[in-house]
């Protein structure tokens, strides 16, 4: 049985997997507080403690850039202070078990190539509209990587305006607009979307912006499908005007958008999977 852990920006998971299932699963909220390293890393173990007997490895996916178990944050609000974290090494010494450390959306893609929507397909793309906008490739049936840990990151790739996408298209930027509103958060743009255009046009612009990114990379990458998971991406009416919005393009920038097959145990399964591959 092999461990996983699943840090994100709004909530934290761990579960005990084996063979591509989730046995038992916990989860809480990220801290807000403090986003901290020491203070995330206190949270995580406080998760994983009741779960550890009997575990043979530990894999972790993790919001932001991850080198050589390290994670250094690209967007500074969700995690604080994390520049170069050995969080494998603080997991390794805190638990006694073998580490490894990967970007979430990256842990998600492999979890969905092995055991989910990817299954079948030589090249996808996943992408996670959650806190952040994260995403990771599957090319010729393996994850890419790079050794320095910035890659796949289909949030920091621009809007037209230049700024990256994820200050418009995530989850957590639909949260701030939706309170400046005096509404709750991305919830209920979701929820007023059918009776209010100014939440439509919202959404619509979101799943636009993606689009138009999935557009260019599927013509430069040859991807067939790409994968969608997070809080908003699978959201009711998310993927369908995805589906419009890259309708409206020549037919050559077309590509196939389905849900996650394992919804939010993506991460949890490919980490577990990842860590198995690895450390074998
Ligand atoms: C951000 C970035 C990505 C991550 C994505 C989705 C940080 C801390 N994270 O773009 O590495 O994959 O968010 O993560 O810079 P989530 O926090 O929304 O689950």
Redesign the pocket.
């Known amino acids: 049985m092999t461990l996983a852990l699943?840090?994100?920006?709004?909530k934290l998971a761990a579960a005990r997997v084996e063979g591509g299932r989730v046995l038992e699963r916990l989860e809480a909220p990220?801290p807000t507080h403090d986003r901290g390293p020491e203070a995330v890393t206190r949270a995580v173990l406080d998760l994983l403690r009741p779960l550890l007997p009997g575990a043979k490895a530990l894999g972790v996916a993790?919001?932001?850039?991850?080198a050589e178990g390290k994670?250094?944050?690209?967007?500074?609000d969700?995690?604080r202070g994390?520049h170069g974290y050995d969080l494998r090494g603080a997991l390794r010494a805190a638990t006694g078990l073998p580490t490894a450390v990967i970007?979430?959306?990256?842990a998600a893609a492999w979890g969905e190539a092995t055991h989910g929507a990817g299954r079948g397909v030589e090249n996808f793309i996943f992408v996670?509209?959650?806190?952040?906008?994260?995403?990771?490739l599957v090319l010729g049936g393996h994850l890419y990587l790079s050794r320095h840990g910035l890659h796949a990151?289909?949030?920091?790739m621009r809007a037209p305006n230049g700024t990256?996408l994820?200050l418009v298209a995530?989850?957590?930027a639909l949260d701030r607009w939706a309170r400046e509103r005096g509404w709750e958060g991305a919830r209920e743009v979701v929820r007023r979307a059918a009776a209010d255009p100014a939440a439509e046009a919202k959404l619509a612009e979101s799943a636009a912006l993606i689009a138009d990114k999935l557009a260019d990379l599927k013509v430069m990458l040859g991807l067939e499908r790409a994968v969608i998971g997070?809080g908003l991406g699978l959201s009711a009416g998310y993927i369908e005007r995805v589906r419009a919005a890259l309708g409206r393009l020549d037919p050559l920038y077309g590509l196939e958008v389905v849900p996650a097959a394992l919804g939010a145990d993506a991460?949890l399964i490919g980490a577990a999977g990842w860590a198995e591959r690895s450390l074998n």
């Open positions: 699943d840090i994100g920006g709004t990220t993790a919001t932001g850039g991850v994670v250094t944050a690209l967007n500074a969700t995690l994390w970007n979430d959306a990256d996670t509209i959650s806190t952040g906008v994260g995403s990771g990151e289909m949030g920091y990256p994820e995530s989850g957590g997070g991460g």
